[in-house]
Structure formats: C-alpha cells, structure tokens
C-alpha cells in the first residue's frame, strides 16, 4: 500500500546499464519508478500519457524527447544523473548522495525508504526534509549572445551547496531553450530546473526563464507563468525579471549581468541599485560580446567585476559575510 502513495518518478536512460542500476537506486531512496522502459521505443505521444511527479533524464543531447519534455512537461525536468563511479569506489556513496539531493525537493522525501549512507541526517522524515531549505537569497543571472558559455563557467566554479536560488534568463530563440539546462548543467550539481507554475525555489536550484512565456512571483516567492509574451524586443525580457526578482525577494537578492548583445536591464539595474540591492558585471576582456554588461557598468551601476569564475569566487565572500 505504501508502494502506491510514494512519489513517483520516470526514468529516460539511453544506456541499458545505466537504465538497470539507476532503476535499483531510486527504488531504494524509495521512490515510485512509473517508466524505465527503453526510450528508444517512445514518441511524443506516449511520452504525454506517462503520469509522473517528475522526469530524470539520461539521453544524448540532441533527443527529441529531451526537447519534448522539457518545453511541455507540466512537473519538474532533472537532466542528469552524472557519472556513476564503481560501486566499490569512495565516490560512488558521494555520487548517491548528489543524486538524492537532487530528488528531494522534487519529489520529497519518503517514509522507509533508504537514505544515501553519506548522509549526515539522523534519519527522520523530517529532518531529511529540513535538509532542502527554501531559497534563502536568489539573483538572476542574465545574458545574452556568448552567455550560456559564460554562465556554465560561471555555475561549475560555484559550489552547489550554497544557500542561494539563481533565475537565469537568456536571451535565445525558442528553439534552443529546452537545450540550455543540459548544456549549463552538464558538469556540475546545481539542479537547473524549468518553470512549473506554483514551483517554489530553493537552495541549489537554477530555475531557466522561459522564452515564449512570461515570469512573474507571488508573494509567497512561487512562480507564476503566464501567456502573456514578454514586454519590449527582448525575449525573456531581463528588465522585467529584474524588477520581478526585486519585488519578490529584496532584499536577499541580486543580479549579474554576463556577457550579450543590447542594453536589457539598464534601468532596472538601477532601480535596484537604489534599494541596495547588488549589481554585478561581466568584464569585458572575458566577454565573447561585452555591449550588455558595459552598458551597466557605464552607468555606474555595476558593483564588482569579473570574468565568470571570479564572480563566483566573489559571490561566495558575499554569502559567507551576509
């Protein structure tokens, strides 16, 4: 009876192997696996009738079902268990350990079920729930041409364990959206997750801008999507997700402006500036397109500067000291 109340899960695992032992893991953590079948066999369409609390994916990059998933799925998307180790290795409990807290605020933790052995909580429901905080600080990361590569480098120099939540718009044609939280994800642990109406942030969580949709917050900090296209040129417009992340979160927020083409965000940039909030910039030398940042950064609203590992470098400074 248990068995049909645990959350429930559907695993895309290109690699027979990979399928099997992925299977058994989330089995032990407890959860409900709805689909572990090969995916070489499903369409669109089958894909749609699965009902599921969320998808973990292990496919090629270029998968239409990755794609498929991740513009309509209407529950969470994590692409990517990572790289197992050998079971009798030192890292394989590290990498149960990344995996479930990759899981837990997706699907939450579940009563009897097996925890990762490297876990350090006593072992209540509870407590392992206590683990995932809600967000605690957020900022929005917004870029434009050249910036999923900056971003990647950006996030894989950030440890993943920090109490924060970032919101990263990019300025990209629809078509590439669904590939952005595999490529800026690949090698790290940050859960890059897409917008769900109702989804609340917590530490850890990327949450990507939707493109032909616009972003907004309740009060409570829960995403509201709407069909309503973003305002002005830009799509997602950062302006507007700079004054949403402002309304919702100051003051335990912030920006940084990475590398792109236009002046996106100028004006909200300053608007948070004038409420204390802190302004980060690209700098140029590191930028593939340095124009949307320096425009920031010419109007003297620019905090600090950087190429994208120095930002995280600093960004954890600013944390340990707020």
């Given at each position: 009876?248990?068995?049909?109340?645990?959350?429930?899960?559907?695993?895309?695992?290109?690699?027979?192997?990979?399928?099997?032992?992925?299977?058994?893991?989330?089995?032990?953590?407890?959860?409900?696996?709805?689909?572990?079948?090969?995916?070489?066999?499903?369409?669109?369409?089958?894909?749609?009738?699965?009902?599921?609390?969320?998808?973990?994916?292990?496919?090629?990059?270029?998968?239409?079902?990755?794609?498929?998933?991740?513009?309509?799925?209407?529950?969470?998307?994590?692409?990517?268990?990572?790289?197992?180790?050998?079971?009798?290795?030192?890292?394989?409990?590290?990498?149960?350990?990344?995996?479930?807290?990759?899981?837990?605020?997706?699907?939450?933790?579940?009563?009897?079920?097996?925890?990762?052995?490297?876990?350090?909580?006593?072992?209540?429901?509870?407590?392992?729930?206590?683990?995932?905080?809600?967000?605690?600080?957020?900022?929005?990361?917004?870029?434009?041409?050249?910036?999923?590569?900056?971003?990647?480098?950006?996030?894989?120099?950030?440890?993943?364990?920090?109490?924060?939540?970032?919101?990263?718009?990019?300025?990209?044609?629809?078509?590439?959206?669904?590939?952005?939280?595999?490529?800026?994800?690949?090698?790290?642990?940050?859960?890059?997750?897409?917008?769900?109406?109702?989804?609340?942030?917590?530490?850890?969580?990327?949450?990507?801008?939707?493109?032909?949709?616009?972003?907004?917050?309740?009060?409570?900090?829960?995403?509201?999507?709407?069909?309503?296209?973003?305002?002005?040129?830009?799509?997602?417009?950062?302006e507007t997700l700079l004054d949403q992340v402002g309304g919702a979160f100051a003051p335990a927020c912030g920006a940084i402006i990475f590398s792109g083409m236009g002046e996106d965000g100028v004006q909200a940039c300053r608007r948070l500036r004038k409420q204390g909030v802190e302004v980060w910039t690209q700098d140029p030398r590191s930028?593939?397109?340095?124009?949307?940042?320096?425009?920031?950064?010419?109007?003297?609203?620019?905090?600090?500067?950087?190429?994208?590992?120095?930002?995280?470098?600093?960004?954890?400074?600013?944390?340990?000291?707020?």
């Amino acid at each position: 009876m248990a068995e049909a109340f645990a959350p429930a899960i559907g695993l895309l695992a290109a690699n027979p192997d990979k399928r099997r032992l992925l299977h058994s893991v989330l089995s032990h953590f407890g959860y409900r696996v709805v689909f572990c079948d090969d995916p070489a066999q499903l369409d669109c369409r089958r894909l749609a009738a699965i009902t599921t609390e969320a998808w973990l994916l292990e496919l090629p990059e270029e998968s239409a079902l990755s794609d498929w998933l991740l513009e309509h799925s209407a529950v969470p998307v994590l692409l990517g268990a990572g790289e197992i180790p050998p079971a009798d290795s030192e890292d394989y409990p590290r990498w149960e350990r990344r995996l479930y807290n990759k899981l837990l605020p997706l699907l939450g933790p579940v009563e009897g079920g097996q925890l990762p052995s490297m876990l350090t909580f006593k072992g209540t429901t509870k407590e392992v729930h206590n683990a995932r905080q809600p967000a605690r600080c957020v900022w929005l990361l917004g870029a434009s041409l050249g910036g999923p590569a900056a971003v990647k480098v950006f996030l894989d120099s950030l440890p993943a364990d920090l109490p924060i939540a970032f919101i990263y718009a990019q300025h990209i044609d629809a078509g590439f959206e669904s590939r952005l939280p595999s490529i800026i994800g690949r090698q790290n642990d940050w859960r890059i997750i897409n917008c769900v109406a109702g989804t609340a942030l917590h530490d850890g969580d990327v949450l990507v801008a939707p493109i032909k949709r616009s972003l907004s917050f309740s009060p409570e900090g829960r995403v509201r999507l709407s069909d309503t296209p973003w305002p002005g040129c830009y799509q997602p417009s950062i302006e507007t997700l700079l004054d949403q992340v402002g309304g919702a979160f100051a003051p335990a927020c912030g920006a940084i402006i990475f590398s792109g083409m236009g002046e996106d965000g100028v004006q909200a940039c300053r608007r948070l500036r004038k409420q204390g909030v802190e302004v980060w910039t690209q700098d140029p030398r590191s930028a593939a397109c340095s124009v949307m940042p320096e425009a920031v950064a010419a109007e003297g609203l620019s905090s600090r500067q950087g190429d994208p590992a120095e930002l995280a470098v600093a960004l954890q400074a600013w944390l340990a000291q707020e």
